[in-house]
């Protein structure tokens, strides 16, 4: 056994050698998360190896969607939602996995440009009136402050084991309120503050099985799924009455 | 164990759900309450978005207000005629009602109504309860015998209709108008509006106590109906995994309720549920007036 996983090993390590005009390759165990009735959350493992020394970095970004945050203000003594502002193009969900802090791998200029780190998101901003600058700051913290409440936006650093010197690996977990949509995970190989490669893997979250036919089903038909939940839960109460008939 | 309620996005503990739905029903076994007024915030409770708690609540009702039919209808406790009348307003209240809604959602103040809605209608049923049971407790008769067809200003009103069962000449209007006031509340919280109903069709429309219970579930069954299906369409929020376990944990909690309620001298659990109803009110209340943790709150929408 550890025989057959040492030769596997030698295996990968000789075909990625053999190209070694790629620099990096990386894959996912699974390139599909399916949501089933009784999911609860999933992790999939990410792992892949390195031609030369340098940091890893691993992004993964859910699908593009449009947040409203809203902020409460103190109004005849109950908290009421009053302003808002529209963010677009915020990914639904966002986890950074690095072998370091990511302030020591590379520099904010770098860092932006490639949009990795909760705070080189840059959604474009929508709001009713003109917040100042201040203001805005705040409502972009405020965003990403409740994604990471929810679990979905992660940063997380020195998650990533080595094997060797070229292989890597790292688990990506993902809540029970994963968004459903595509999916990329971004692999890139820094060395002295630059992205020597990198590599994208895609991967697809989605409902799969009942759950997803009733979901779909009452998304395009609401009739029809409306008539169904009545009809159904009106049976359900007829059902529960028919063994105390004779009373 | 936890299931995935797909339309919601989320996942539950099925065991959380199932002892929810019981103990509701256990309370309208035991009391003869409806019980959807308690559903909807006990949903919120334990973490299910509001929008979703109310859609659910009121599917949930259709199955619950049938089985309740059902039995009243073998007792031959139903006016028919009346059920019918209260449904035409009960339906145009329900549509008022989710449309209101929808735009609240809209403009993101629906929690806060749902929330202050709430306050209002506990604070003022524990309170009614609480009165009612101490003044049962204390003064076991009743305390004055009412007159037959009283007199009052509805009395005035025209479209009079004849309602054989209830041996009642009056008005159209007035039981239209009920059945609205009952279909808003249905639209807007999901509830059964039986908590207003009934009192109304007892004290405002004079109808024979005995027929009130019956009449009330008949047309219930129909307007939760139709606030589900209208939940379906322009809110989409009507989760029916989620409707399916809370009838079904309903279903063997009434049976335990009527059960034990049978036994025991209900006036001092009215008492104590009327207690609990306003320490739910003011729970609520609190979480409005409290400074919250977060003044930021967040709502994703994927085209």
Do not use: C
């Not at chain 2, 959602?105 to 049923?125: D, F, K, P």
């Not at chain 2, 069962?165 to 059964?192: D, E, N, Q, T």
């Not at chain 2, 063997?252 to 009527?258: A, E, N, R, W």
Request: glycine share 10%.
């Amino acid at each position: 056994m550890r025989a057959a996983r040492v030769a596997a090993l030698a295996l990968l390590l000789t075909m990625s050698g053999a190209r070694a005009a790629e620099p990096l390759k990386a894959d996912l165990s699974d390139h599909i998360v399916a949501i089933t009735t009784g999911f609860t959350g999933t992790s999939l493992v990410l792992f892949g190896t390195r031609q030369e020394p340098g940091d890893i970095v691993i992004v993964v970004r859910g699908p593009l969607s449009r947040a409203v945050v809203r902020r409460r203000h103190h109004i005849l003594g109950f908290w009421i939602n009053t302003e808002r502002a529209t963010f677009e193009n915020v990914p639904a969900f966002y986890a950074i996995i690095s072998n370091q802090p990511l302030d020591k791998i590379a520099s904010e200029q770098i860092l932006r440009l490639h949009a990795i780190g909760l705070q080189y998101l840059y959604p474009s901003l929508h709001s009713p009136r003109d917040l100042g600058a201040r203001r805005e700051a705040a409502y972009r913290q405020a965003l990403v402050r409740r994604q990471e409440r929810n679990g979905r936006f992660v940063e997380s650093v020195g998650k990533i084991s080595l094997i060797g010197e070229h292989l890597f690996r790292t688990t990506i977990a993902f809540p029970s309120n994963v968004p459903v949509g595509q999916y990329t995970a971004e692999v890139f190989l820094f060395r002295e503050g630059g992205v020597i490669a990198s590599e994208t893997v895609p991967l697809l979250v989605t409902e799969a099985g009942v759950d997803s036919n009733v979901s779909q089903f009452a998304q395009s038909e609401a009739l029809a799924y409306g008539l169904i939940a009545v009809l159904t839960t009106a049976m359900a109460g007829w059902l529960a009455s028919l063994p105390f008939r004779n009373r | 164990m936890d299931i995935y309620l797909p339309v919601a996005g989320m996942s539950q503990s099925v065991v959380v759900l199932l002892a929810l739905g019981g103990a509701v029903g256990f309370l309208s076994g035991l009391f003869g309450v409806g019980g959807g007024w308690l559903m909807t915030p006990l949903l919120i409770f334990i973490g299910i978005p509001p929008s979703y708690a109310v859609a659910a609540s009121a599917n949930q009702i259709v199955g619950s207000s049938v089985t309740g039919t059902l039995a009243q209808w073998r007792r031959g406790n139903i006016d028919v005629t009346m059920g019918l009348v209260l449904l035409a307003g009960g339906l145009v209240g329900a549509g008022f009602g989710v449309w209101l809604f929808a735009e609240l959602r809209r403009i993101g103040q629906i929690e806060i109504a749902i929330n202050l809605a709430y306050i209002v209608m506990l604070g003022v049923l524990g309170a009614f309860m609480l009165f009612e049971s101490l003044r049962a407790i204390f003064f076991p008769r009743p305390t004055a015998q009412r007159k037959f067809h009283q007199h009052n200003w509805t009395h005035g009103l025209p479209l009079k209709m004849r309602f054989r069962r209830s041996k009642l000449y009056i008005s159209a209007i007035v039981p239209v108008g009920v059945g609205f006031a009952g279909g808003f509340l249905s639209g807007i919280l999901g509830v059964g509006g039986g908590f207003l109903m009934v009192p109304a069709m007892i004290y405002v429309l004079d109808m024979p106590v005995a027929l009130v219970p019956g009449t009330s579930l008949f047309q219930i069954i129909f307007v939760a109906a139709a606030v589900t299906i209208q939940q379906a369409i322009e809110n989409g929020t009507v989760d029916l995994v989620l409707a399916l376990i809370l009838v079904l944990g309903g279903v063997i909690g009434v049976q335990f309720g009527l059960r034990i309620g049978s036994r025991l001298k209900s006036e001092y659990f009215r008492a104590l549920l009327g207690v609990l109803v306003l320490a739910a009110a003011a729970k609520l209340a609190a979480d409005l007036t409290i400074t919250p943790r977060d003044l930021y709150s967040l709502e994703l929408r994927t085209p």
